[in-house]
């Protein structure tokens, strides 16, 4: 009763665009996998019994199903008042390995919960903001005619409580971005010229997501993979910082696929361990408050976004 139907993850009926059969195929596999995943934490109930039920899953989309698993233990525990006991046992457990993507899972839920049902968990300061991402995207996947076509930006985000940067916008941005591939149908003019109709203060922020998303999901091959690249101009290092977030996702889960290396030759003009280790490289030090080190500073999440970006421009790529 809780999953949502398999149909909500139809690119023609969410009205996106359709490249092509392949396509197609595969974005709509990958929503079916986060429902399948959604579905089975809902039905399992506890994180320990999960990993046999997902690991079977193609290691092309089982990111997306935890994702979805994520999502799932979240709701659950909204609704039974369980104050985010199973979602924290999945992150602490099996889901630690694909924390990028269980944060995101955890913002869908928002998306879908009354706000007095938010999850209060301690997560890491550096990654909370991912939640947000997750938040992003569901909104432009399913309020696309508002937050895609009409530009709509939130208010001041009451998430979290304490942000004193107002970093809030730019995370659920970078989630809209990812979404923008989906609705482009990975079809990387298209999701280009989605991206240059929002305000130019945003795009970077979009670029980064879609930069993620192209390295993530996949869907388009090299040629158009450096059309996008090429259309990118000014905002290239974001595309590079997101394909290589993309990349450290898929690592450090064990789901590394040939389409990645494809998009990280593009983008980043190297392998996609390379790119990962790139990540790692530049992390800020830990500590400090939830939203950063201090009040008038950025929040550790975008200095370490900004370095990795950086690091492309050193290195010439960008």
Known sequence: MLTPDDSETNLRKRGFHVKDPATREILEKIGKNFLAGYGHAVEAGTADALPERLDGIP?????FAYEGAAM??????ALTFARGRRVREFLAGPGDAHVYMALIG???AMA????????SLPLDPLLQWLVLDGYGFHQAYFRTEQYVRRHYEEPRFPWPADDPHGYANRALDQGIGRALWFVGGADADVVTTLIEGFPASRQ??????AGLAATYAGGAGEDELRG???RAGEYRPQVAQGS?????ARRRAGLEVPHTEVATGVFCDMSPDRA????????PERGGSATGQGRGAEPPFEEWRRRIADEFVSLGRC
């Open 72 to 77: 799932g233990f979240t709701m659950v525990d």
């Open 106 to 108: 955890v913002g869908w």
């Open 59 to 63: 290691v092309r989309f089982r990111g």
């Open 112 to 119: 879908r919960l009354p706000r007095f049902l938010w999850p």
């Open 244 to 248: 290589a977030f993309a990349a450290e």
């Open 228 to 230: 996008f690249w090429k």
């Open 204 to 209: 970077a922020d979009l670029y980064s997501g």
């Open 276 to 283: 990962a280790q790139i990540c790692i490289d530049v992390l």
